[in-house]
């Protein structure tokens, strides 16, 4: 007795046959073909469907904000010690930015939470230009979905990290009383989270708070910075949003497992730094020039995802401020009693008082051509200065698959700024797969 064939079995398996290219498998779904089924197969039971064809792989956006922020009163100047004698306590910050988002319920989207990046430009007051400067910002950021609502509505963060010039520095002559700003340039670092509501095609209403830090890495003295902390609402218009893409889509396409793998990264990096040098009543003095400071890491991380990275890393510095000491000998005194002290004299010690190897945990998250990484280690070498723990923020900006640029700020004990870390990556044994979006 031979077994029963259904005629819709067989017409599959003739399909199969000769059509080999024709996969049922769910990973090898383009974004293409799911524009496609939407307009063919979708609307006769009534589902929204897309008009026209997208090619477009990102959508691009514009957005304004304003921020009106409080001003942590960190030291002195702020407090109200300036030339006014009222405290610096507010500012305003006014931007606009450009970005561009992986598009809803493609593979990208689905991994990353909608993530967006961009660059902007902001303006800033502290309602004292004379004392302080009103600093002018320019900056990449980048941000994604922290939890979606509904389609329209979701909390995200955002990050912010560029330049900022325009201050007005400490000046011995001219603005003795500012001891917060040592530079005309300093590093805009900012985060912060929101409520994005998307309330029509084109336009997204935002509303949330931030905190903001302005430094110079410690290239100039003093380097007190400024911090600031408040709220902020803008709207962001979307230049080519369908309407479909504000909807729950019936289609999420599949995201390949990922190959979790030991990748290495190994990074050298250089830059420059001022010193304050502690004296005998306790007070700091500026050393009159810069020193250099030069190190390499060579971390291998463990990728556990798509986001997340753990490892440890070696950490080799040469720090050429490490150890420097001053000293001032006796006051010479003439016949009236009058003393007159002779100048400073800032000593450098033997390389090896400013040699240091150390060793970190580190951990990284990681994005589409951001990469945020944190770090806490200590010195197993290292003498006076060079000595206890260390913490360690950076940023890897991708440029290839295997290579990265590396800016990145070291402090000690968990609250002394030390130094700049900007140079170049390289990664090897590199598995992560390329994502489709």
Not at 180 to 206: E, H, K, P
Not at 275 to 291: C, E, L, M
Not at 354 to 372: C, D, H, K, N, W
Request: hydrophobic residues 35%.
């Amino acid at each position: 007795m031979r077994p029963k064939v259904l005629k819709w079995e067989v017409i599959i398996l003739c399909v199969v046959l000769f059509f080999p290219g024709i996969s049922l498998n769910a990973q090898e779904v383009r974004q293409d073909d799911i524009y496609e089924i939407r307009q063919s197969s979708f609307s006769r039971y009534g589902f929204d469907t897309l008009s026209v064809h997208t090619p477009h792989r990102f959508i691009h956006r514009l957005g304004v904000e304003v921020s009106p922020q409080y001003v942590f009163p960190t030291n002195p100047f702020l407090q109200g010690e300036n030339e006014r004698w009222q405290p610096i306590q507010t500012s305003f910050a006014a931007h606009l930015k450009y970005s561009f988002q992986f598009r809803p319920n493609t593979c990208a989207d689905r991994i990353y939470g909608g993530a967006y990046q961009g660059f902007g430009l902001s303006a800033t007051t502290f309602g004292d230009k004379k004392q302080l400067g009103d600093p002018i910002s320019f900056y990449v950021f980048q941000g994604a979905r922290i939890a979606r609502f509904n389609p329209c509505l979701s909390l995200n963060y955002e990050w912010n990290f560029g330049l900022s010039a325009g201050w007005k520095p400490y000046d011995n002559d001219y603005n003795s009383y500012n001891g917060a700003v040592g530079s005309r340039m300093n590093a805009y670092i900012n985060a912060g989270i929101y409520l994005n509501w998307a309330f029509s095609r084109y336009f997204d209403l935002i509303i949330g708070g931030d905190f903001t830090h302005f430094s110079n890495g410690n290239t100039k003295f003093p380097n007190a910075g400024v911090n600031t902390t408040g709220a902020k609402i803008g709207l962001v218009y979307n230049f080519n949003r369908t309407e479909e893409e504000l909807t729950k889509s019936l289609l999420r396409p599949a995201i390949p497992r990922f190959p979790r793998h030991i990748s290495y990264d190994l990074v050298l990096f250089g830059s420059w730094r001022r010193k304050g040098v502690y004296i005998g009543d306790g007070r700091q003095i500026a050393s009159p020039g810069s020193y250099p400071v030069a190190g390499f890491n060579f971390a291998p991380m463990y990728n556990l995802g798509y986001k997340f990275r753990v490892g440890a890393s070696l950490d080799g510095v040469y720090d050429g401020s490490a150890n420097v000491y001053t000293y001032m000998e006796d006051y010479i005194v003439d016949s009236n009693g009058n003393g007159t002290p002779p100048p400073r004299q800032f000593l450098k010690p033997g390389i090896q008082h400013q040699l240091s190897l150390g060793v970190s945990g580190r951990a990284e998250y990681v994005m589409p051509y951001f990469t945020i990484g944190v770090g806490i280690g200590a010195n197993v070498l290292g003498r006076g200065d060079l000595r206890g723990l260390y913490q360690i923020l950076a940023l890897k900006i991708g440029i290839t698959r295997s290579t990265f640029l590396h800016i990145g700020y070291n402090l000690q004990n968990f609250q002394t700024p030390n130094y700049l870390m900007l140079g170049l990556g390289f990664r090897f044994h590199n598995k992560y797969p390329k994502v489709r979006h």
